[in-house]
């Protein structure tokens, strides 16, 4: 047996594991989605939304007392005649705003366990697990992040891979590069960039490279990970099946990643690349440096914000960013078309609904947070009206949109993305509860002065590559930089999802000597996030347009 950090690891744990991979990639890549399949599914599950939602109900609540659903609704004095009602009288979209407004809804922290459910005189205490899919089997174990562990265990399965294969396949023929030549670029384990290349292979774009922004071997990171890792690198089912090996590329360097691309527009007309929206900024800042023209290539970019200067770090060269947005382990949820502006997409509405609850953010400022339903029966967890710790806008077209989404009679759309308590930068998550440790405890032990002396911030530097930034006020005199950059990564190494962090961020923490700025309403906050497109820090997300 082999030590971890967590206990004992047997390698032969992963065995079984390993070759249900094995065959279901094997299954992706020989049985890839076709679009009319594609178009045929997602068009009969937008038309039935209002009716999935009663049979999971039916299926995954009611007959489950003890679910988070099952007892808000309890607690409401909701029963499912009364939903049936709602359903009839307002439609799905309509029906969760009721039940919202009813308290039928949960808050991130009431989700992560963090603080009591409290409705009326009720209170009860809500854990993950409790909203894992009870009719669904997992097939591998993937982590959410934001937690005060710096990530929650989350199932998913091949079912729902599958299924979000669709989408991809929608996706890709939207923009013209179905069936192209394709790579990832996304992290191995930690991360679930795994999960990128089975949605990826299942909807016919089954990648030729597969580049990690992290080493498979990243120190820290629990040992049946590393070995997942390594096993994706030499076992021979997986090579057989047309998996390819992940290979260390950092974000810092990615001139293997642009000589792919090269060469792969060598031998057709377009080419297809899914990666995190810093890494796409990363590219295109090189290939401009180095004169390249990458015109045919399409980056599918999500992780963080694809803001204006990202978007044109990539138009620079030629090539097409496309914004898309997505969580663990639901997947992809919204996509831009040709004709969206910068930070909105569509949402694909037929395997979830989303509607908006008002509540404030650290700083006092109202914004409209997103509360998320699930409607495939094989969704890896029951959610109904549960938020994700993002806020952003919310519209609805008064027309369909001419694209293929449009086409599909989806009218929703998500805007200007950011996250209530997390930090999302470099497409890796880290909870703000880590930096807010720092800035009061670890920074002013190991460099002297108090909280109010330290304060992380998002930056885009160089063509919108985003960093993070550590303010540092110059009261307090001359301090050893690289010292402070050591604390920061010290602490990250504390989680998965912070070293994963660390090993993406590479040499992006710089020590800036500035004061720590302060909202309007002078609170002095941990972290100074990135505004959110043309919406100053201060200004609240409008409300949801209904027409």
């Known amino acids: 047996m082999a030590a971890s950090s967590t206990g004992w690891v047997r390698p032969t744990a992963l065995v079984g594991p390993g070759l249900r991979f094995v065959s279901a990639f094997r299954d992706f890549s020989r049985h890839p989605t076709t679009l009319a399949e594609a178009r045929r599914v997602v068009t009969a599950a937008h038309q039935n939304r209002d009716r999935a939602f009663l049979d999971r109900l039916d299926e995954l609540v009611w007959p489950f007392p003890a679910s988070p659903t099952a007892r808000l609704m309890a607690c409401a004095g909701i029963e499912r005649g009364d939903v049936l009602e709602m359903v009839e009288g307002r439609g799905l979209d309509g029906a969760l705003e009721r ?14 366990g963090q603080m009591p459910v409290r409705r009326g005189s009720a209170r009860f205490e809500l854990h993950p697990k409790d909203f894992r899919n009870p009719r669904s089997e997992a097939d591998y174990m993937v982590v959410t992040g934001g937690s005060r562990s710096g990530g929650t265990e989350a199932q998913s399965n091949f079912h729902y891979i599958r299924r979000q294969s669709i989408t991809r396949v929608l996706q890709t023929a939207m923009w013209a590069v179905n069936r192209v030549p394709t790579a990832a670029w996304a992290p191995v384990f930690p991360s679930a960039g795994i999960g990128t290349i089975l949605k990826l292979t299942g909807a016919g774009n089954q990648p ?3 580049f990690s922004q992290i080493k498979p071997n990243l120190k820290g990171v629990t040992y049946h990970k590393q070995l997942a890792n390594r ?41 297809c690349l899914v990666t995190s929206s810093s890494c796409g900024a990363a590219l295109g800042v090189y290939a401009t440096e180095k004169g ?30 496309v914004d898309s947005y997505a969580f663990v382990p639901e997947g992809t949820m919204a996509v831009s078309c040709p004709s969206c502006g910068p930070e909105e997409m569509h949402f694909w509405d037929h395997d979830n609904a989303v509607v908006g609850r008002r509540r404030d953010r650290a700083d006092g400022v109202e914004v409209t947070s997103f509360c998320w339903t699930s409607l495939a029966p094989d ?6 009206n549960v938020e994700n710790d993002d806020y952003g806008t919310l519209s609805v077209d008064a027309e369909p949109c001419a694209c293929l989404i449009g086409e599909l009679g989806m009218r929703t759309r ?55 930034i550590l303010r540092v006020d110059p009261r307090l005199g001359a301090i050893d930089e690289a010292a402070a950059v050591g604390v920061v990564r010290e602490a990250l190494g504390s989680s998965d999802n912070g070293l994963l962090a660390r090993g993406v961020w590479g040499d992006r923490v710089r020590v ?29 997300a409008p409300d949801r347009d209904d027409g």
């Open 292 to 321: 390249l023209s990458l015109a045919g290539l399409v980056i599918f970019m999500g992780g963080e914000p694809v803001t204006r200067a990202k978007l044109e770090a990539v138009r620079s060269t030629g090539a097409v960013a």
């Open 379 to 384: 969704a890896p967890r029951v959610l109904v």
């Open 99 to 112: 039940l919202r407004d009813a308290g039928v809804y949960v808050s991130y922290a009431e989700s992560l």
């Open 414 to 468: 998500l805007a200007r993305i950011r996250g209530l308590t997390k930090v999302v930068t470099g497409g890796t998550t880290i909870p703000c509860e880590l930096l807010e440790r720092l800035v009061e405890e670890a920074l002013p032990t190991h460099l002297g002065g108090g909280p109010g002396d330290y304060q992380f911030a998002e930056a885009e530097e160089n063509g919108g590559i985003t960093g993070l």
């Open 208 to 210: 030729e490279r597969w």
């Open 512 to 540: 800036q000597r500035t004061a720590p700025v302060r909202t309007p309403t002078a609170k002095l906050l941990p972290f100074e996030p990135l505004p959110a497109g043309s919406m100053s820090p201060i200004d609240p």
């Open 231 to 271: 096993m994706l690198q030499v076992i021979g089912p997986l090579r057989a099946v047309g998996l390819p090996p992940p290979e260390f590329v950092p974000a810092s360097a990615p001139e293997p990643v642009v000589a792919w691309v090269q060469e792969a527009l060598g031998r057709a007309s377009r080419v």
